[in-house]
């Protein structure tokens, strides 16, 4: 399969010159027939090449769908309530949420409808059938549509949308090149050459490092993809919440060249972190940090509420999930077994270290009065407040 990929990623160098990281990406990741993300391998998890927190634990889950309540009860209840989510996977998050949902009768199951957005068709098989597997049948799966009201879930799904890498040259007309993938001479080796960013994308491009130029030899990671995807949301989904959880900082941060020289893209594969980004496409993980401050400004441009920034810790921790917690640890139905791997995943998700620094941004949709009750600063949503303690 390997072999496949990176033939056709030459021949299309040989045919139209030096190639973007973005195209490179695209294909290394979401292409039909060799894509890291479109095959039968289970990518995620511990027997994968990573695992994110759904994999690890349900109560992440269990966190959203208590926001999730607490949003469509604040917009007025509406009859209908779309959970979007955008790289799906087999629906760990989706299932822990709709399990809570039952665990509290909650109200808001009478009014649930699912979209999803899953590269994988294997993946979006398994989900159907865990969904299957649900009291009831589980919740009805639309085609991706426009939605009158619901929440748009995007969790570890914006660090893999296509970027492009800048390099630092002050002294060119610009103050920087792009990094293109070309073909070493005399081999078919992939390597790393300089090129002038494209006349359609050098002004966006330099937008994003305004304030914040990069030194000679820098890199930087930007993705447009991101921006675009956030463009289009307000087409999606009229009313409620929109939440973004990945590893990210803010603009500056990803810039300061004292910390960040080499950028943050790596290349994933066995739960092991290389900077070698061209080796085995198909076959590894590609991602980036999130730019914070790109995405929020992107927010405001397509006109969201920005209702808050915190950490995955900061979140679970303010989520009211204490009941929950008590279930699995000393409820009628707990087991060692139960008690433990929620003492370990508390362990991991908390830790700030870990995924407990994830970033968490989320946004508000919808009429004045709508953004106002889900920005309520006296009466955050559930896991917006300020954590006055861990739940470990």
Same mark, same amino acid.
């Given at each position: 399969?390997?072999?496949?990929?990176?033939?056709?990623?030459?021949?299309?160098?040989?045919?139209?010159?030096?190639?973007?990281?973005?195209?490179?990406?695209?294909?290394?990741?979401?292409?039909?027939?060799?894509?890291?993300?479109?095959?039968?391998?289970?990518?995620?998890?511990?027997?994968?090449?990573?695992?994110?927190?759904?994999?690890?634990?349900?109560?992440?889950?269990?966190?959203?769908?208590?926001?999730?309540?607490?949003?469509?009860?604040?917009?007025?209840?509406?009859?209908?309530?779309?959970?979007?989510?955008?790289?799906?996977?087999?629906?760990?998050?989706?299932?822990?949420?709709?399990?809570?949902?039952?665990?509290?009768?909650?109200?808001?199951?009478?009014?649930?409808?699912? *979209?999803?957005?899953? +590269?994988?068709? %294997?993946?979006?098989?398994?989900?159907? &059938?865990? /969904?299957? !597997?649900? $009291? =009831?049948?589980?919740?009805?799966?639309?085609?991706?549509?426009?939605?009158?009201?619901?929440?748009?879930?995007?969790?570890?799904?914006?660090?893999?949308?296509?970027?492009?890498?800048?390099?630092?040259?002050?002294?060119?007309?610009?103050?920087?090149?792009?990094?293109?993938?070309?073909?070493?001479?005399?081999?078919?080796?992939?390597?790393?050459?300089?090129?002038?960013?494209?006349?359609?994308?050098?002004?966006?491009?330099?937008?994003?490092?305004?304030?914040?130029?990069?030194?000679?030899?820098?890199?930087?990671?930007?993705?447009?993809?991101?921006?675009?995807?956030?463009?289009?949301?307000?087409?999606?989904?009229?009313?409620?919440?929109?939440?973004?959880?990945?590893?990210?900082?803010?603009?500056?941060?990803?810039?300061?060249?004292?910390?960040? *020289?080499?950028?943050? +893209?790596?290349? %994933?594969?066995?739960?092991?972190?290389? &900077?070698? /980004?061209? !080796?085995? $496409? =198909?076959?590894?993980?590609?991602?980036?940090?999130?730019?914070?401050?790109?995405?929020?400004?992107?927010?405001?441009?397509?006109?969201?509420?920005?209702?808050?920034?915190?950490?995955?810790?900061?979140?679970?921790?303010?989520?009211?999930?204490?009941?929950?917690?008590?279930?699995?640890?000393?409820?009628?139905?707990?087991?060692?077994?139960?008690?433990?791997?929620?003492?370990?995943?508390?362990?991991?998700?908390?830790?700030?270290?870990?995924?407990?620094?994830?970033?968490?941004?989320?946004?508000?949709?919808?009429?004045?009065?709508?953004?106002?009750?889900?920005?309520?600063?006296?009466?955050?949503?559930?896991?917006?407040?300020?954590?006055?303690?861990?739940?470990?």
């Amino acid at each position: 399969m390997e072999k496949h990929l990176i033939a056709r990623i030459v021949e299309e160098i040989a045919a139209a010159g030096p190639m973007p990281f973005t195209r490179f990406m695209e294909l290394a990741l979401t292409d039909p027939a060799d894509g890291y993300y479109t095959g039968p391998t289970v990518r995620a998890g511990k027997t994968g090449d990573f695992i994110t927190a759904p994999e690890l634990h349900p109560l992440l889950g269990s966190a959203i769908a208590r926001t999730a309540s607490e949003a469509w009860q604040r917009i007025g209840t509406p009859t209908s309530f779309t959970w979007i989510e955008f790289g799906a996977g087999a629906g760990a998050l989706l299932c822990a949420a709709v399990e809570q949902w039952h665990r509290d009768h909650a109200p808001i199951l009478s009014a649930l409808n699912v *979209m999803i957005v899953e +590269a994988n068709p %294997y993946r979006r098989e398994e989900l159907q &059938t865990r /969904l299957r !597997a649900l $009291p =009831g049948g589980g919740p009805q799966v639309l085609p991706l549509q426009p939605a009158q009201a619901g929440i748009v879930i995007a969790n570890e799904f914006l660090d893999a949308l296509p970027f492009h890498i800048l390099v630092g040259r002050p002294t060119s007309k610009r103050g920087f090149m792009e990094r293109c993938v070309s073909v070493a001479p005399n081999t078919a080796d992939l390597c790393w050459v300089e090129c002038e960013p494209k006349h359609s994308t050098v002004d966006r491009l330099r937008e994003h490092l305004a304030g914040h130029p990069l030194v000679e030899g820098q890199l930087a990671e930007v993705s447009l993809a991101t921006t675009a995807w956030v463009a289009a949301l307000p087409s999606l989904l009229s009313s409620g919440l929109v939440l973004v959880l990945d590893y990210g900082r803010v603009g500056s941060e990803l810039r300061d060249p004292a910390t960040r *020289m080499a950028g943050t +893209a790596l290349a %994933y594969q066995g739960h092991r972190a290389s &900077t070698n /980004l061209l !080796a085995e $496409p =198909g076959e590894r993980d590609l991602t980036a940090h999130v730019d914070l401050t790109a995405l929020r400004g992107a927010a405001a441009a397509a006109g969201l509420t920005h209702i808050a920034a915190t950490t995955q810790a900061g979140y679970l921790a303010s989520a009211g999930l204490d009941d929950e917690v008590a279930r699995l640890r000393t409820g009628p139905e707990a087991t060692l077994e139960s008690a433990l791997a929620v003492r370990g995943a508390l362990a991991h998700l908390m830790d700030p270290r870990r995924m407990g620094g994830f970033a968490i941004e989320a946004f508000a949709l919808g009429s004045t009065e709508q953004r106002a009750r889900l920005a309520d600063e006296g009466n955050p949503l559930p896991g917006m407040a300020a954590p006055i303690r861990r739940l470990v």
